[in-house]
């Protein structure tokens, strides 16, 4: 059986705290414990996926994951969590041997929060629902104290007052943000971000960005794979450049985004940035 290294304290993790202030909850367990990955591979069929990835992300850091459509990026993200089971290869989070066949998987992915691209919101339940009801099941809070959880995590992305409202009665951008807080409710010591702002109305982007970027300085440990350029450039404590599954590049923002080495990186980055090589925001 695989437990974690050191088994993050949950008793003061409750969020409790969160609800007079601003700052995002940032669980006692992300301060200890980060991501290692090595040697990973992930094939579908014939096609080799992911080829050979080794990546730490220590505890508190911001890794901004950048690279073409179809490089791996969410296929990477998908077996930190298991989503994906991978081929080859070792994946440590949260203290957990995640690519341990034993591996208790509720314990594990409970630590880990995974933001996606399209809210993936339970359209039957309220905002508050939404994010007490994996605190009741997997880590068997009770209602009053899962909805008080919820409600310090709704308030800390600015949604406390539309915590009765179903996913359809919110704009996107408020939709993300309840994911967001949903994530953080089960007081992960890691949370993953696949494109979270790609699908919203650019009016709505700067919020769910602004959400994060206090996460981000709140000490989360985040890997965030984002083709936001001006977030990266200002968040991210590393950029990780991939192409074809492989990392090609990786390193502060300045050094990626601004100097990049890697021919592949450079003309990815041609693509993306403006043509006098600024960025938006
Ligand atoms: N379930 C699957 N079965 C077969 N092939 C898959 C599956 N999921 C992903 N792939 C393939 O794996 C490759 C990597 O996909 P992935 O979604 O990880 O890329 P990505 O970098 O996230 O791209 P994008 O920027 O478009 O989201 C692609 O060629 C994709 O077609
Ligand atoms: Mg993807």
Redesign the pocket.
């Known amino acids: 059986m695989s437990t974690p290294a050191s088994s993050p304290d949950r008793s003061d993790a409750t969020g409790a705290t969160a609800g007079a202030g601003v700052t995002p909850v940032v669980s006692p367990a992300s301060a200890a414990q980060g991501c290692t990955i090595t040697g990973l591979h992930k094939s579908?069929?014939d096609?080799e996926?992911l080829k050979g990835i080794d990546l730490t992300v220590e505890p508190g850091e911001v890794v901004c994951l950048i690279?073409?459509?179809?490089?791996?990026?969410?296929?990477?993200l998908?077996c930190i969590n298991l989503l994906e089971q991978p081929n080859a290869g070792t994946i440590t989070v949260a203290g957990f041997d995640a690519t341990d066949p034993d591996v208790q998987l509720d314990d594990m992915r409970a630590q880990v929060g995974m933001v996606f691209q399209s809210f993936n919101l339970f359209p039957h339940m309220t905002a508050l629902d939404n994010c007490s009801i994996a605190q009741r099941r997997v880590l068997r809070r009770s209602k009053e104290e899962a909805d008080r959880v919820s409600l310090a995590n709704l308030e800390n992305v600015g949604l406390a007052e539309l915590a009765d409202r179903y996913p359809d009665q919110l704009s996107g951008g408020q939709q993300q943000r309840v994911a967001i807080a949903r994530a953080l409710a089960m007081q992960p010591a890691l949370m993953l971000f696949?494109?979270p702002t790609s699908a919203l109305d650019p009016e709505t982007v700067g919020d769910v960005l602004g959400v994060m970027r206090k996460l981000a300085e709140a000490g989360m440990t985040m890997v965030v794979?984002t083709h936001e350029m001006g977030f990266a450039r200002d968040v991210a404590d590393r950029v990780v450049f991939?192409d074809g599954?492989v990392l090609v590049e990786e390193g502060p923002a300045k050094d990626v985004i601004g100097n990049p080495q890697h021919e592949r990186t450079q003309s990815f980055l041609a693509r993306v940035l403006h043509p006098d090589g600024t960025l938006d925001g």
């Open positions: 579908y069929g096609v996926v690279g073409p459509s179809g490089s791996g990026k969410s296929t990477l998908r696949d494109e794979v991939m599954g």
